[in-house]
């Protein structure tokens, strides 16, 4: 069964870039089957759709996200990043990577990682 | 505001079937296939149902799901303390090119 787990740094100072990386075990994030996804939850908030990479290197992000985020493949780690860039406060939530596939957003999710925003 | 719209609480008694519903519009529920997830408290969601009503593996048939139209429904029969969760919706939608989630329900067994 596939398993993921978020890691990076819990604080963020305000206009810097937040780092996540989420390792990958259990299943080959080269499958073409799947996509590889984040989503982010602020505090007491709903979920929020991020964006996800294919093993093909093709990405999509959320219009309201995509001026600052990357997400970027590390086939030999079976791991992918999440960068995003110009952090404010309301970017404060528990980060959670998910493999997606066609027609489903997140039929595996990892654990969740808290990263706050604050100098 | 979120796209697609929960009822922000949902509560029944143990042995009552609830039902939670969603509504979109024709460009996310209206065309395209809804997904609902369980998120049990300081835990990460989990995807209970797929394509409007299919139950991924371990899923008890105790929850459905259905859809017409521009909404959407998840129904929990024979409802535990166990159930209590938040319950989201999710669907493409295609004027936002994105995954849109509902605004999630708490559902309280009394």
């Known amino acids: 069964q596939v398993q993921l787990q978020e890691s990076g740094p819990g604080l963020v100072k305000p206009s810097q870039t937040l780092s996540l990386t989420c390792t990958v075990s259990?299943?080959?994030?080269?499958?073409?089957?799947?996509?590889w996804s984040w989503i982010r939850q602020p505090p007491g908030k709903g979920l929020e759709w991020i964006g996800y990479?294919?093993?093909?290197?093709?990405?999509h992000y959320n219009p309201s996200l995509k001026s600052r985020v990357t997400i970027s493949l590390e086939r030999s780690k079976n791991q992918f990043s999440l960068k995003l860039s110009s952090v404010t406060a309301t970017d404060t939530a528990v980060y959670y990577c998910?493999?997606?596939?066609?027609?489903?957003?997140?039929?595996?999710w990892g654990q969740g990682a808290l990263v706050t925003v604050s100098s | 505001q979120s796209v697609l719209t929960q009822p922000p609480s949902a509560s029944g008694t143990p042995g009552q079937r609830v039902t939670i519903s969603c509504s979109g519009s024709?460009?996310?529920?209206?065309?395209?296939?809804v997904n609902w997830y369980q998120q049990l408290p300081g835990t990460a969601p989990k995807l209970l149902i797929y394509?409007?009503?299919q139950r991924p593996s371990g899923v008890p048939d105790r929850f459905s799901g259905s859809k017409s139209g521009t909404s959407a429904s998840l129904a929990i029969s024979g409802l535990q303390s166990e159930h209590e969760a938040d319950y989201y919706c999710?669907?493409?939608?295609?004027?936002?090119?994105?995954?849109?989630f509902g605004g999630g329900t708490k559902l309280t067994v009394l």
């Open positions: 998910a493999r997606d596939r066609e027609g489903v957003a997140g039929d595996y």
């Open positions: 259990g299943g080959s994030i080269s499958s073409g089957d799947y996509y």
């Open positions: 990479i294919h093993y093909s290197g093709r990405t």
């Open positions: 024709s460009s996310n529920i209206g065309g395209n296939i």
């Open positions: 394509t409007n009503n």
């Open positions: 999710a669907t493409w939608d295609d004027g936002l090119n994105c995954w849109v």
